[in-house]
């Protein structure tokens, strides 16, 4: 089992797979293709009654699985997801008592950003990783080209409308320290639970980086 929480959930992997787990039965053979095809970071997202028991699969049955919680917009949620297991936090936004929440639980966390206002609010937080979300309707690669020169102690994990062929251009910023996405996972192969494919997709987005390359 992962042992010990990261330094920092960015660079763990160039991708953070972003998990929606329907039947809590397909928590441990899912997670166990994505960490064989070398996604280890897992995000759980907080969208179906089934996602905190699929955390506690994940966290109690996949060694080498960093299993993390998801969608998490309510202290509440905080408490039951680090209870579940959850190794780390992301959050679609932030409010001051969601980041109190998150800044207590002793686990590292990813607010949700799409303003530079936000920005500038997690930085006099002393919060310098955060999500960069929708990242693709929020403005791109552009706009995260654009938050580097005056704000280069952010970084940033962008979610949201994030391919394989566009994982890359995210990944040349100086800025961004990983991407989230579910291309690994496509619905068929999930309802068919054919987990073979989806270690294979896995390991190509493993293997991505700044220019397509592999790492």
């Known amino acids: ?121 997690l930085l006099e937080r002393e919060v310098r990783e955060m999500k960069f979300f929708p990242a693709e309707a929020a403005g791109g690669t552009a706009y995260l080209k654009s938050l580097a020169g005056p704000l280069p102690q952010a970084r940033f994990c962008p979610t949201g409308g994030i391919g394989p062929a566009s994982a890359p251009d995210y990944l040349a910023l100086p800025n961004v320290g990983c991407v989230g996405g579910s291309w690994m996972l496509p619905q068929d192969a999930v309802a068919a639970r054919d987990w073979g494919r989806v270690e294979a997709l896995a390991r190509e987005a493993a293997g991505l980086s700044a220019g397509g390359t592999c790492r």
């Open 1 to 121: 089992m992962v042992s010990s929480l990261p330094a920092s959930v960015l660079d763990l992997a160039p991708v953070i797979p972003v998990v929606v787990i329907e039947d809590a039965s397909d928590a441990v053979p899912l997670a166990r293709a994505l960490v064989a095809g070398g996604l280890p970071a897992i995000e759980v997202t907080l969208r179906t009654p089934a996602a905190l028991e699929a955390i506690r699969e994940i966290a109690g049955q996949v060694p080498g699985a960093l299993v993390g919680a998801g969608t998490v917009i309510s202290p509440g949620q905080v408490k039951e997801s680090v209870a579940a297991g959850a190794r780390f936090l992301v959050s679609p936004g932030w409010t001051g008592l969601l980041l109190d929440a998150m800044q207590a639980s002793g686990v590292p966390f990813l607010p949700g950003v799409s303003t530079t206002s936000e920005v500038v609010a």
